[in-house]
């Protein structure tokens, strides 16, 4: 679907969860139950989630766990009709701002192997493949990469983050 209204990307609230499992439900093959979104953002203090709202709706949502100096990226999607649309790209702005306001040094996800398009868009924040998790989704055994990006607060990074901007903003 194309999309038609800015999207917003703002801090997840309870009542964001429905929409949220939903776009789960969609994109992975082992979803998070809501209630376990309920349990994050009432009850833990190192996690942050993020949604991508359009014109009222949840069309994607991200989040992160400072696990001391380290922004661990726990879940990214986006609705299937609305991607290819720069709402990862928007999504990921944001999860690295946060990381950075909230003190994380870098940040760091697990990706299947397979997943070739999340790869991609990671590459572009500057994340790099540092090692590979073997059999780490338990619902068919495919091995995990782990990726991780340079310090944020190194120019390389600057300079990654600062082009996102500029272009989001064009
Ligand atoms: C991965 C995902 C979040 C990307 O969201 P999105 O809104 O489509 O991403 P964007 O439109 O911002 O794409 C940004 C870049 O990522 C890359 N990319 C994204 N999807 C891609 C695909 N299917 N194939 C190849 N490249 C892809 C491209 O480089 C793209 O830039 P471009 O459109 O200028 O070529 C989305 O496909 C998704 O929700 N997938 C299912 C869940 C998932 O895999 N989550 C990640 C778990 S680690």
Known sequence: MALTARVVVDAMTPDDVLAVHEIERLSF???WPPHAFEQELRGNRLARYLVARAGGSVVGFAGIWLMVDDAHVTTFGVHPDWRRQGIGRQLM???AELSI???ARQ???EVRVSNQGAQALYRSFGFEVVGQRPRYYTDDGEDALVMTTPPLADARMRAVLDAE?????E
């Open 29 to 31: 093959a082992v979803p």
């Open 93 to 95: 702005l944001n999860l």
């Open 101 to 103: 306001a909230i003190g």
């Open 107 to 109: 940040m760091t996800l």
């Open 165 to 169: 901007r500029r272009r989001q903003a």
